[in-house]
């Protein structure tokens, strides 16, 4: 026997204590005289009581029917004023928007953008993970991530919210002049470069290149190994050894002569960063809003930041 829903019947019920008319009540529903009827006998069945007196010119509530209502008078209104709020959510964006990002979205999406987001929207907060592996946004509860573009998931929605990346091997006008600039990838050998240890896998990065269309990678040569790519780069502006590194990262670096490329012609070009989340999460109005302020970032950087499915 299937199990009676607790709320059936309570719509009609309220309806008809409040416009004491059977026709009233069925005409604010939308429904039928006849189903508004049938509705409140079967809910005084499953009480075992009767909750209205019916004659052919009033319906008035009995003590019980009077009891009822009041009893359910203040849980409607607290429903009723939750859906309020609920609705108003769809006009007003608030409540905490969780994101996961990886180290190297810090300086060039969250910083530039964070502080100018929070002045427009005070009313969502922010929860941001700083986590290079790989996450998966439902399981661990996340609104959004931030990833390389080839790395997102292509069941996933992503904006773009930096250029491609043009990856570089870098080091100081001191080292180059020092240890001299390496003409070839084999030449790394002869070099001293600064490895970089991902945080949550433990592996050293092997760097990437390509030469005839085919592409390779070396584990390269060095003493020095760190896990955190702010230091890296500041040894290698002191002179202490190479580094492998996104251009976009390097860029104040290279523009003041800190750093200098080398093995330009070796080197190749991944998809930027993308803001990724699932299709249905997108309907979040907080969501929506950092959509909004991370597209607005790359068309100040002079490139458009389309949404496409990854």
Not at 114 to 131: I, K, M, N, Q, S
Not at 136 to 157: H, K, N, P, Q, S
Not at 212 to 231: H, K, Q, T, Y
Request: net charge positive; proline share 6%.
């Amino acid at each position: 026997m299937a199990r009676t829903d607790t709320f059936t019947g309570l719509s009609e019920f309220l309806a008809v204590a409040e416009r004491a008319s059977f026709r009233a009540a069925a005409a604010d529903l939308g429904v039928t005289p006849a189903a508004v009827s049938q509705a409140i006998r079967a809910l005084e069945q499953r009480l075992g009581l009767p909750l209205f007196q019916r004659t052919t010119r009033r319906v008035s509530l009995t003590e019980v029917g009077g009891t009822l209502l009041a009893r359910l008078k203040p849980a409607t209104t607290e429903i009723t004023e939750s859906l309020d709020a609920l609705g108003a959510l769809r006009a007003r964006p608030a409540g905490l928007l969780r994101l996961s990002v990886p180290r190297m979205a810090l300086p060039l999406v969250i910083e530039p953008l964070l502080p100018e987001f929070r002045r427009a929207y005070p009313d969502v907060g922010l929860e941001v993970d700083v986590d290079d592996r790989a996450v998966d946004l439902t399981a661990e509860r996340f609104d959004a991530g931030i990833r390389l573009g080839e790395l997102v998931e292509r069941d996933m929605i992503a904006v773009r919210v930096t250029p491609d990346v043009h990856w570089s091997v870098l080091g100081s006008p001191s080292y180059f002049a020092l240890r001299g600039r390496p003409k070839r990838p084999e030449d790394l050998i002869n070099h001293e470069c600064i490895r970089f240890r991902f945080p949550t896998s433990g592996a050293i990065y092997r760097w990437e290149f390509e030469r005839d269309g085919r592409e390779f990678s070396i584990d390269p040569p060095g003493r020095i190994v760190v896990n955190d790519s702010a230091l890296m780069h500041s040894l290698a502006s002191a002179g202490v050894g190479m580094i492998y590194a996104s251009d976009l990262i390097a860029e104040r670096e290279l523009a003041d002569g800190r750093l200098e490329r080398v093995l330009e012609r070796y080197l190749p070009k991944t998809p930027g960063l993308f803001l990724y989340f699932p299709a249905r999460s997108q309907m979040q109005p907080k969501l929506r809003v950092f959509i909004e302020a991370a597209r607005n970032l790359m068309k100040r950087r002079g490139r458009g930041g389309g949404a496409t499915a990854a």
